[in-house]
C-alpha cells in the first residue's frame, strides 16, 4: 500500500517536472512568475509568452495590445510592473530561457 503511493507520486513527480520547467508551467520561477502565470494564460499556453524574446518596451507595448486588440483586463499598476520586470528580466531577445531545457 505505502509502496504503491510513493510510485505513484513518484509518478505525478516526473510527469510534473517533464512537462514544465517550474511551479508555474514552462514560466521559470523567479519573482513576479505567479502573477505573470495568472494574468497571462487565462486565455492562452504560457509557451505563447516563453518563446518571445523581447525588450522591456516591446513587452510593454504587447500588454497594451493584447488589452487593446485581445479583451485583457487592465492590470493594477503595481501588478504590471510585477510582470514587465519579470518578462524583461527572463524572456529578453537573448532568450536565456527558451528553447526550453
Ligand atoms: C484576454 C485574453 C488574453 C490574455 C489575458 C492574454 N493574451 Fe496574449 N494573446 C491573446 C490572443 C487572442 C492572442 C492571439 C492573437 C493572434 O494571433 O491574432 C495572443 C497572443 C499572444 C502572443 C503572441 C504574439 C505573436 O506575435 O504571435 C504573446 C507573446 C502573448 N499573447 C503574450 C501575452 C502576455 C505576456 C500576457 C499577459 C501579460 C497575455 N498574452 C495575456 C489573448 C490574451
Sequence with gaps: MIRTTAAALAGVCLLASAAAAGEFGAFVDGEG???????????????????????RERWDALIDWMIEEQGMSELDPDERETILDYLSTHYNTDRPNYPLK
Design 33 to 55: 512568475a505567479e502573477e505573470t502565470f495568472y494574468a497571462c494564460t487565462a486565455c492562452h499556453s504560457e509557451l505563447l509568452v516563453v518563446q518571445q524574446g523581447l525588450t
